[in-house]
């Protein structure tokens, strides 16, 4: 229930101050959301498997943010990031669509 109020709050502060993003950070945003969802899909698969560590749980969400930000940020500087970023993308996008099936599977049990 925390977590659920959490988001409501976090939504509406959203809403109602209109952060700006910066320039900057415009292009790993997008691809640090992707990897945040893959994480979050992937600690509630663990949840319903009954093996979810909120360490470990951490440690991935921030690990795959940074991580795929850092791949895109190298893709930049070596002139692929278009490439990378769809590589990031397609990879974690079949996580994602992974995690999803096996949620699926034990919700429905089919």
Known sequence: MIAVLGLIVGVVVGLVVRPVVPTMVEPYLPI??????????????????GIFDDKVFVVSFLSNVVVAALIVFLGDKLGVGA????????????????NAAAIRRHVFRA
């Open 32 to 49: 640090a959301v992707v990897a945040a969802l893959d994480a979050v899909f992937g600690g509630f698969r663990a949840m319903l498997d």
């Open 83 to 98: 490439q990378l970023s769809t590589g990031v993308v397609v990879v974690l996008g079949i996580r994602i669509f992974s």
